[in-house]
């Protein structure tokens, strides 16, 4: 693309939030927001085709990754723990349990200590295709984050972090 499209490219982009263009600093905070609020868009669609891949919903999805980060860190995790993390029911926990059993990505095994218990845990299919399916994303986003040098890194993690704050502190 020219630089001539670059810039109406950029000028389009301003004009396509929601905010009013008050002053020169709005309009880069606007083309940040335009800039992020694509990403989360790329973000979300690339999380609907992980999701139609592999046969399972986000929650499935987030209760999966969780379960894999716990085995490696050495630390068992039960159905309450993960209800707890994922913020659903109890009865929602079953059925998702069920399915993640089903579909030959996790097991249920007795708890070595307390007989009523259970300890979830991922198949070692599991952990190899997520990161089969994942793996080659993951890597071209590394690659990306890589070209910051330190000080870029640090400026970029902090407006994520009060992005974040930001967006946590809206009332529900």
């Known amino acids: 693309?020219?630089?001539?499209?670059?810039?109406?490219?950029?000028?389009?982009?301003?004009?396509?939030?929601?905010?009013?263009?008050?002053?020169?600093?709005?309009?880069?905070?606007?083309?940040?927001?335009?800039?992020?609020?694509?990403?989360?868009?790329?973000?979300?669609?690339?999380?609907?085709?992980?999701?139609?891949?592999?046969?399972?919903?986000?929650?499935?999805?987030?209760?999966?990754?969780?379960?894999?980060?716990?085995?490696?860190?050495?630390?068992?995790?039960?159905?309450?723990?993960l209800t707890v993390r994922l913020g659903i029911t109890s009865a929602s926990m079953t059925s998702l349990v069920d399915r993640l059993v089903r579909s030959g990505y996790v097991t249920r095994e007795p708890h070595p200590t307390d007989r009523r218990a259970l300890i979830l845990r991922p198949t070692p299919g599991s952990d190899q295709e997520v990161r089969g399916t994942l793996g080659d994303m993951h890597a071209r986003m590394m690659e990306v984050a890589a070209t910051l040098n330190a000080e870029e890194s640090l400026v970029v993690v902090d407006f994520l972090r009060r992005m974040r704050s930001a967006i946590d502190e809206v009332a529900t």
């Open 1 to 81: 693309m020219s630089i001539k499209g670059l810039v109406m490219s950029h000028k389009c982009e301003r004009q396509g939030y929601w905010y009013g263009l008050e002053s020169r600093k709005q309009m880069g905070a606007v083309d940040v927001l335009n800039a992020l609020r694509d990403y989360r868009s790329a973000e979300a669609e690339m999380r609907r085709r992980t999701q139609a891949s592999m046969g399972m919903g986000e929650t499935d999805l987030m209760a999966l990754r969780y379960l894999l980060e716990a085995e490696r860190v050495g630390r068992e995790v039960g159905p309450k723990e």
